[in-house]
T-cell receptor
Protein backbone atom coordinates (compact mmCIF):
# COMPACT_ATOMS: atom_id res chain seq x y z
CA UNK A 1 0.00 0.00 0.00
CA UNK A 2 0.87 3.64 -0.22
CA UNK A 3 3.43 4.95 2.27
CA UNK A 4 3.26 8.40 3.85
CA UNK A 5 6.30 9.88 5.56
CA UNK A 6 6.35 13.15 7.43
CA UNK A 7 9.32 15.16 8.53
CA UNK A 8 10.55 16.30 10.91
CA UNK A 9 8.90 14.11 13.59
CA UNK A 10 9.37 16.81 16.20
CA UNK A 11 9.89 20.54 15.93
CA UNK A 12 10.39 23.18 18.61
CA UNK A 13 10.03 26.83 17.64
CA UNK A 14 10.18 30.16 19.32
CA UNK A 15 7.03 32.23 18.93
CA UNK A 16 7.23 34.30 15.75
CA UNK A 17 9.42 31.86 13.83
CA UNK A 18 8.50 30.29 10.50
CA UNK A 19 8.51 26.59 9.71
CA UNK A 20 8.06 24.10 6.88
CA UNK A 21 6.62 20.63 7.38
CA UNK A 22 7.05 18.01 4.70
CA UNK A 23 4.96 15.04 3.58
CA UNK A 24 6.28 12.49 1.09
CA UNK A 25 4.07 9.81 -0.42
CA UNK A 26 5.04 6.76 -2.39
CA UNK A 27 2.38 6.64 -5.12
CA UNK A 28 -0.08 8.78 -7.04
CA UNK A 29 -2.87 10.20 -4.94
CA UNK A 30 -6.27 11.72 -5.64
CA UNK A 31 -6.75 13.22 -2.21
CA UNK A 32 -4.35 14.86 0.19
CA UNK A 33 -5.31 16.62 3.36
CA UNK A 34 -3.43 18.38 6.15
CA UNK A 35 -4.80 18.23 9.68
CA UNK A 36 -3.88 19.84 12.98
CA UNK A 37 -4.52 17.89 16.16
CA UNK A 38 -4.64 20.18 19.17
CA UNK A 39 -3.48 19.12 22.65
CA UNK A 40 -7.04 18.03 23.50
CA UNK A 41 -7.12 15.60 20.59
CA UNK A 42 -9.41 17.48 18.22
CA UNK A 43 -8.42 17.02 14.58
CA UNK A 44 -8.99 20.12 12.50
CA UNK A 45 -8.95 20.00 8.73
CA UNK A 46 -6.48 22.60 7.44
CA UNK A 47 -6.29 22.00 3.70
CA UNK A 48 -7.64 19.73 1.01
CA UNK A 49 -4.80 19.97 -1.48
CA UNK A 50 -4.19 17.09 -3.91
CA UNK A 51 -2.23 19.55 -6.08
CA UNK A 52 -1.32 23.21 -6.28
CA UNK A 53 -1.05 25.85 -3.58
CA UNK A 54 -3.52 27.22 -1.05
CA UNK A 55 -3.26 29.81 1.67
CA UNK A 56 -5.31 30.43 4.77
CA UNK A 57 -4.01 33.24 6.97
CA UNK A 58 -0.59 32.33 8.33
CA UNK A 59 -0.78 28.84 6.90
CA UNK A 60 -0.17 27.77 3.34
CA UNK A 61 0.31 24.44 1.62
CA UNK A 62 1.78 23.28 -1.64
CA UNK A 63 1.48 19.86 -3.22
CA UNK A 64 3.65 18.81 -6.14
CA UNK A 65 1.80 15.68 -7.20
CA UNK A 66 4.27 14.72 -9.93
CA UNK A 67 7.09 14.65 -7.37
CA UNK A 68 4.94 13.11 -4.65
CA UNK A 69 5.35 15.57 -1.85
CA UNK A 70 3.45 18.27 -0.03
CA UNK A 71 4.67 21.11 2.17
CA UNK A 72 2.87 22.96 4.94
CA UNK A 73 4.20 26.42 5.78
CA UNK A 74 3.52 28.11 9.09
CA UNK A 75 4.55 31.74 9.33
CA UNK A 76 4.86 33.88 12.45
CA UNK A 77 4.08 30.88 14.65
CA UNK A 78 1.99 31.28 17.79
CA UNK A 79 1.71 29.10 20.88
CA UNK A 80 -1.75 28.06 19.71
CA UNK A 81 -0.11 26.42 16.68
CA UNK A 82 1.29 23.74 18.99
CA UNK A 83 0.07 20.20 18.44
CA UNK A 84 0.55 17.46 15.89
CA UNK A 85 0.26 18.08 12.16
CA UNK A 86 -0.84 15.16 10.02
CA UNK A 87 -0.72 14.62 6.31
CA UNK A 88 -3.18 12.06 4.93
CA UNK A 89 -3.60 10.72 1.41
CA UNK A 90 -5.99 8.56 -0.53
CA UNK A 91 -4.46 6.60 -3.35
CA UNK A 92 -6.15 5.93 -6.69
CA UNK A 93 -6.28 2.20 -6.12
CA UNK A 94 -7.45 2.26 -2.53
CA UNK A 95 -10.85 2.00 -0.95
CA UNK A 96 -12.84 5.15 -1.48
CA UNK A 97 -12.33 7.56 1.36
CA UNK A 98 -9.62 5.47 2.95
CA UNK A 99 -7.16 8.08 4.13
CA UNK A 100 -3.67 6.85 4.95
CA UNK A 101 -2.13 9.01 7.63
CA UNK A 102 1.50 9.83 8.21
CA UNK A 103 2.86 9.62 11.74
CA UNK A 104 2.71 13.37 12.14
CA UNK A 105 4.99 16.23 13.08
CA UNK A 106 4.74 17.32 16.70
CA UNK A 107 5.16 21.08 16.89
CA UNK A 108 5.85 22.94 20.11
CA UNK A 109 5.84 26.73 19.98
CA UNK A 110 7.48 28.35 23.00
CA UNK A 111 6.52 31.87 24.18
CA UNK B 1 -23.72 23.97 9.40
CA UNK B 2 -22.58 20.43 9.93
CA UNK B 3 -21.58 19.11 13.34
CA UNK B 4 -20.39 15.76 14.55
CA UNK B 5 -20.85 14.41 18.05
CA UNK B 6 -19.22 11.53 19.87
CA UNK B 7 -19.90 10.08 23.26
CA UNK B 8 -18.78 9.34 25.75
CA UNK B 9 -15.74 11.61 25.80
CA UNK B 10 -13.80 9.29 28.09
CA UNK B 11 -14.36 5.71 29.14
CA UNK B 12 -12.60 3.30 31.47
CA UNK B 13 -13.62 -0.32 31.03
CA UNK B 14 -12.39 -3.66 32.42
CA UNK B 15 -10.98 -6.32 30.14
CA UNK B 16 -13.72 -8.58 28.82
CA UNK B 17 -16.50 -6.01 29.14
CA UNK B 18 -18.61 -4.87 26.16
CA UNK B 19 -18.22 -1.56 24.38
CA UNK B 20 -20.52 0.81 22.56
CA UNK B 21 -19.33 4.16 21.20
CA UNK B 22 -21.71 6.40 19.34
CA UNK B 23 -21.20 9.00 16.66
CA UNK B 24 -23.87 11.22 15.12
CA UNK B 25 -23.68 13.83 12.41
CA UNK B 26 -26.02 16.79 11.98
CA UNK B 27 -26.61 19.11 9.05
CA UNK B 28 -25.87 16.75 6.17
CA UNK B 29 -27.50 13.82 4.42
CA UNK B 30 -26.07 10.48 3.35
CA UNK B 31 -22.54 11.17 4.59
CA UNK B 32 -19.71 8.69 4.42
CA UNK B 33 -18.80 7.78 7.99
CA UNK B 34 -15.52 6.51 9.40
CA UNK B 35 -14.11 5.11 12.63
CA UNK B 36 -10.41 5.60 13.32
CA UNK B 37 -8.24 4.55 16.24
CA UNK B 38 -5.23 6.49 17.41
CA UNK B 39 -2.93 4.54 19.68
CA UNK B 40 -0.17 6.12 21.74
CA UNK B 41 2.47 7.27 19.29
CA UNK B 42 0.16 9.43 17.19
CA UNK B 43 -0.69 7.38 14.07
CA UNK B 44 -4.32 7.10 12.98
CA UNK B 45 -5.64 3.82 11.67
CA UNK B 46 -8.90 3.45 9.77
CA UNK B 47 -11.07 0.75 11.35
CA UNK B 48 -14.41 0.93 9.50
CA UNK B 49 -16.14 3.08 6.95
CA UNK B 50 -19.70 3.25 5.71
CA UNK B 51 -21.21 4.73 2.57
CA UNK B 52 -24.81 4.15 3.62
CA UNK B 53 -27.23 2.59 6.10
CA UNK B 54 -26.26 -0.99 6.83
CA UNK B 55 -23.16 -0.80 4.62
CA UNK B 56 -19.98 -1.35 6.59
CA UNK B 57 -16.48 -2.02 5.31
CA UNK B 58 -13.77 -3.22 7.64
CA UNK B 59 -10.19 -2.24 7.04
CA UNK B 60 -8.54 -4.06 9.92
CA UNK B 61 -9.56 -7.44 11.37
CA UNK B 62 -10.08 -7.19 15.12
CA UNK B 63 -12.62 -7.87 17.85
CA UNK B 64 -14.46 -4.64 17.05
CA UNK B 65 -17.54 -4.22 14.90
CA UNK B 66 -19.45 -1.26 13.51
CA UNK B 67 -23.06 -0.63 12.63
CA UNK B 68 -24.99 2.14 10.93
CA UNK B 69 -28.62 1.86 11.99
CA UNK B 70 -29.55 5.33 10.73
CA UNK B 71 -28.23 7.62 8.02
CA UNK B 72 -26.29 9.86 10.41
CA UNK B 73 -25.49 7.43 13.20
CA UNK B 74 -22.42 5.24 13.41
CA UNK B 75 -21.75 2.86 16.30
CA UNK B 76 -18.55 1.08 17.26
CA UNK B 77 -18.96 -2.03 19.40
CA UNK B 78 -17.15 -4.89 21.01
CA UNK B 79 -18.46 -7.92 22.85
CA UNK B 80 -15.28 -8.36 24.91
CA UNK B 81 -12.64 -5.68 25.22
CA UNK B 82 -8.94 -6.45 25.15
CA UNK B 83 -6.14 -4.42 26.71
CA UNK B 84 -4.95 -3.62 23.20
CA UNK B 85 -8.26 -1.87 22.46
CA UNK B 86 -7.18 1.10 24.55
CA UNK B 87 -6.76 4.25 22.52
CA UNK B 88 -8.38 7.36 21.17
CA UNK B 89 -11.33 6.64 18.89
CA UNK B 90 -12.29 9.21 16.31
CA UNK B 91 -15.34 9.35 14.12
CA UNK B 92 -15.28 11.30 10.87
CA UNK B 93 -17.66 12.18 8.06
CA UNK B 94 -17.35 13.26 4.47
CA UNK B 95 -19.50 13.78 1.41
CA UNK B 96 -18.64 12.61 -2.06
CA UNK B 97 -17.99 14.93 -4.92
CA UNK B 98 -17.71 18.69 -4.98
CA UNK B 99 -14.62 20.79 -4.95
CA UNK B 100 -13.18 19.08 -1.87
CA UNK B 101 -13.89 15.49 -2.69
CA UNK B 102 -14.09 13.32 0.39
CA UNK B 103 -12.66 15.94 2.71
CA UNK B 104 -13.01 14.32 6.11
CA UNK B 105 -14.16 16.14 9.25
CA UNK B 106 -13.51 14.66 12.65
CA UNK B 107 -15.44 14.47 15.88
CA UNK B 108 -13.97 15.27 19.30
CA UNK B 109 -13.06 11.64 19.99
CA UNK B 110 -13.51 9.11 22.79
CA UNK B 111 -10.55 8.23 24.96
CA UNK B 112 -10.88 4.55 25.95
CA UNK B 113 -8.78 2.92 28.63
CA UNK B 114 -9.09 -0.82 29.13
CA UNK B 115 -7.78 -2.06 32.47
Amino acid sequence: GIQVEQSPPDLILQEGANSTLRCNFSDSVNNLQWFHQNPWGQLINLFYIPSGTKQNGRLSATTVATERYSLLYISSSQTTDSGVYFCAVEDYGGSQGNLIFGKGTKLSVKP
Amino acid sequence: SQTIHQWPATLVQPVGSPLSLECTVEGTSNPNLYWYRQAAGRGLQLLFYSVGIGQISSEVPQNLSASRPQDRQFILSSKKLLLSDSGFYLCAWSVEGGLARNTQYFGPGTRLTVL
